[in-house]
């Protein structure tokens, strides 16, 4: 049996400006990585390949290609890298600096290359230069070994998620027909499996180690590929111990600080110090009421990762203000427009000058 340990989208680097505790989640994937290593040790797998995006090229230096090299050469057996969009390889790639441990391959090209496993099994690798690769199984036949595993940083073009830029795009289709009998790939950062009608694995993705951005389903780990008398078989190791949460709480009706911070506070429970949160606040508040998203983020986020919140509450019936006749009414009127226009851009500055003008006429100290 040939044991194969695939990860990918390690995202080594990553600043995270969408939410604070960003030095905390960039040291997060790196102790995940070396779960991984740690998992692949264990195991005594034979292989470990690496689908993609394992480091972000322009933030990456010295200390990532040090650290890298320490966990390739502890791992001690062959380690395939196939470079994805976010770390292509060209000559002054940092993979191409310095010597790498002698147990690992790198896939330089935008071309299909393959290397044996066994006399049964060879694995296949494509990968990404700074020039768009293009669909790499358009023309791709593989003929060699029973077993033929493929490694690429693409984007299964039938599941692509909302607003994720595709990248050597493929279909089930075309895997199929290149005679691969597994592809192991990266890109998506939530894991799945897509297999063939008979439920072999035709393709898998294992999924970013911790999750990097908000909104990501999926699984988050590292593939565990076994191969056995010409079978293919894959299970998912889930190694991710940080969660990135969307918390919402209605406010309506609120009346004063104390209220505020109890029903934020209810709306938080069941998230831990692993938990980085970005919390929308909504509804009508009374007027007057102080709704003070930094002390929030302050007092609410000490027993969590971090806690960003998002004041969209409103301090007054706007549209009861708007049928006033007077000064007040007619610029809650054309603010309250701009807010329900199309342009997002405009409605986010109007919403946010509605909060103001209404502070200011009622002589109420503003919370930026």
Known sequence: ML?????????????????????ARRAALTDAFIRIIDEACRRKAD????????????????????????????????????????????????????DLPPNVRIFDEAAWRAFPLSDEVTLYGFGHTPAEPGRPFANARFDRGKVRIALVHGSDDERCPPNKRATAPFRAAEVEA????????????GGYTVARRDG?????????????????????????????????????????????????CDLG????????????????DGCGANDYVKLKL??????????????????????????????????????ELAREPTVRGRVVTDLLEAARGSDPERAAEAEKALRYAVAAFEGTPIVP
């Open 282 to 319: 909504s509804g009508v508040v009374a007027p007057g009421t102080r709704v003070d998203p930094e002390l929030l983020s302050e007092r609410l986020g000490a027993l969590l990762g971090a806690l960003d919140v998002d004041d969209r509450t409103i301090p007054c019936d706007y549209d």
């Open 253 to 268: 009706g609120a009346t004063n600080e104390h209220d505020v911070l109890a029903r934020t506070a209810r709306a938080l």
């Open 47 to 98: 292989v470990l390949s690496i689908g993609g995006d394992l480091y972000e090229s322009e933030r990456a230096g010295p200390q990532t290609m040090r650290f890298l090299c320490e966990q390739f050469a502890r791992f001690e057996r062959p380690v395939f890298v196939a470079p994805g969009n976010h770390d292509p390889w060209s000559p002054s790639a940092l993979l191409a600096r310095g």
């Open 200 to 248: 072999t694995p035709l393709f898998a993705y294992p999924g970013s180690p911790e999750p990097v951005k908000f909104g990501e389903t999926g699984t988050h780990g590292a593939l565990i590929v076994t191969i056995e008398q010409g079978h293919v078989a894959i299970t998912t190791w889930e190694t991710a111990q940080t969660r990135l949460l969307e918390r919402s």
């Open 3 to 23: 044991t194969l340990v695939h990860c990918a989208d390690v995202h080594l680097e990553t600043s995270f400006p969408d939410v604070r505790g960003g030095s």
């Open 178 to 189: 290149s005679g691969a009998s597994t592809l192991l790939t990266g890109h998506y950062h």
